[in-house]
């Protein structure tokens, strides 16, 4: 069993810089693959990033690459979501996901467990 529960949001003017915390729960965190995804109003959650059990593999969203970085820290059981360059359309509750497997994935089905989320909100 993993919890979950992210910190770091707030509300930031166009162009600045977040960073998200993940913290998690459980003695097996370290072999997870953990995920950022984020859902913005009236839109379905979608995939930001994603990031192996090691750290050695990423994957992001194609509206994010270049701009966010995942990373972890297995000895902290954390995970981390830089945001820099941001814009308006960002906006969103972004969750914090662990899957069992080691291999980042996209899909949301492949999470067994979730966060609360925290709220990031953009302004122009």
């Known amino acids: 069993q993993v919890q979950l529960v992210e910190s770091g949001g707030g509300l930031v003017q166009a162009g600045g810089s977040l960073r998200l915390s993940c913290a998690a729960s459980?003695?097996?965190?370290?072999?997870?693959?953990m995920g950022w995804f984020r859902q913005a109003p009236g839109k379905e959650r979608e995939f930001v990033a994603a990031?192996?059990?090691?750290?050695?593999?990423?994957d992001y969203a194609d509206s994010v690459n270049g701009r966010f970085t995942i990373s972890r820290v297995n000895a902290k059981n954390m995970v981390y979501l830089q945001m820099n360059s941001l814009k308006p359309e960002v906006t969103a509750v972004y969750y914090c996901?662990?899957?069992?497997?080691?291999?980042?994935?996209?899909?949301?089905?492949?999470?067994?467990?979730w966060g609360q989320g925290t709220q990031v909100t953009v302004s122009a």
């Open positions: 990031i192996s059990w090691s750290g050695g593999t990423k």
């Open positions: 459980g003695p097996t965190f370290g072999t997870y693959a």
């Open positions: 996901a662990a899957d069992r497997r080691p291999i980042p994935q996209r899909p949301q089905s492949a999470y067994e467990y």
